[in-house]
C-alpha cells in the first residue's frame, strides 16, 4: 500500500506570492491533516479535514487555508507569503476522523508524507 | 500552555542497552497516545500508539506503557541500534480533536 504523498517536495517563492501544496493520503483513508514544522517550533496544527469538511483549525491565521476533494486528496493553500512561512509542511492521513469511529481496544494510527520543505525569499 | 510535555530534550543510550523515552501530559480528556520517530528534512515515522484503555502496547523492539493517574506515558526501545538515533515525539489526541506533539527528545545511540 503506497504511502503518504505530498507534492511539490521543494519549492521557492517570493514574499507577497501565493502557493499550493498538494496531498494525497493513504488509500482508504479519510481524514487529512495538515501541519508545520519551523525549528525551534515543533510540529504545529494547522488543520484536519474529514469527508471535505474541516473539523479543526490550529492558531493561523487567515492566509491559511485548505480543502479536501471527494477523494480524500488535500490542498492546502497560503497566500501573501511572507518569510516567516518558511518551513517544511507536513500532511497525516489517519483512517478516521475521531477516535470514536475507531475500536476503543485498537490504537489510533496517524501516517506522516515526506513533506514539502518551502522557502519564502 | 504545553498540554505535552517531553523534558528531555535528549538522551544518549548505548548500542544493545534499553532507550527510554518520557513524555507527561496535562489533559485528562486525552484518549489516544502515539509516539513517532522523526529523522531530519523527512516526516514524522509512526511507530506505536496507544489507546486509554490500555496500560501497555507491544510492537517488536518498542513498547509503549500508560500511567493515566500519573498522565505520564513511555516509549521502551529494546535492544537500542544506531539507526534509532532521531528525534522521537510524543502525542495524544482526544476524540474529534486535533492530535497534539510534544518538543521531542533526541535520542543518539551510541555504537
Known amino acids: 500500500k503506497a504511502g503518504v504523498t505530498q507534492t511539490p517536495r521543494y519549492l521557492i517563492k517570493t514574499r507577497g506570492q501565493q502557493v499550493t501544496l498538494s496531498c494525497s493520503p493513504i488509500s482508504g483513508h479519510r481524514s487529512v491533516s495538515w501541519y508545520q514544522q519551523t525549528p525551534g517550533q515543533g510540529l504545529q496544527f494547522l488543520f484536519e479535514y474529514f469527508s471535505e469538511t474541516q473539523r479543526n483549525k490550529g492558531n493561523f491565521p487567515g492566509r491559511f487555508s485548505g480543502r479536501q476533494f471527494s477523494n480524500s486528496r488535500s490542498e492546502m493553500n497560503v497566500s501573501t507569503l511572507e518569510l516567516g512561512d518558511s518551513a517544511l509542511y507536513l500532511c497525516?492521513?489517519?483512517?478516521?476522523?475521531?477516535?470514536?469511529?475507531?475500536?476503543?481496544?485498537?490504537?489510533?494510527?496517524?501516517?506522516f508524507g515526506p513533506g514539502t520543505r518551502l522557502t519564502v525569499t | 500552555d504545553q498540554q505535552v510535555k517531553q523534558n528531555s530534550p535528549s538522551l544518549s543510550v548505548q548500542e544493545g542497552r534499553i532507550s527510554i523515552l518520557n513524555c507527561d501530559y496535562t489533559n485528562s480528556m486525552f484518549d489516544y497516545f502515539l509516539w513517532y520517530k522523526k529523522y531530519p528534512a523527512e516526516g514524522p515515522t509512526f511507530l506505536i500508539s496507544?489507546?486509554?484503555?490500555?496500560d501497555k502496547n507491544e510492537d517488536g523492539r518498542f513498547t509503549v506503557f500508560l500511567n493515566k493517574s500519573a498522565k505520564h506515558l513511555s516509549l521502551h526501545i529494546v535492544p537500542s541500534q544506531p539507526g534509532d538515533s532521531a528525534v522521537y515525539f510524543c502525542a495524544a489526541k482526544t476524540s474529534y480533536d486535533k492530535v497534539i506533539f510534544g518538543p521531542g527528545t533526541s535520542l543518539s545511540v551510541i555504537p
Open positions: 496507544i489507546s486509554s484503555i490500555k
Open positions: 497525516a492521513s489517519s483512517l478516521a476522523f475521531g477516535t470514536q469511529f475507531a475500536d476503543p481496544s485498537s490504537s489510533y494510527e496517524q501516517y
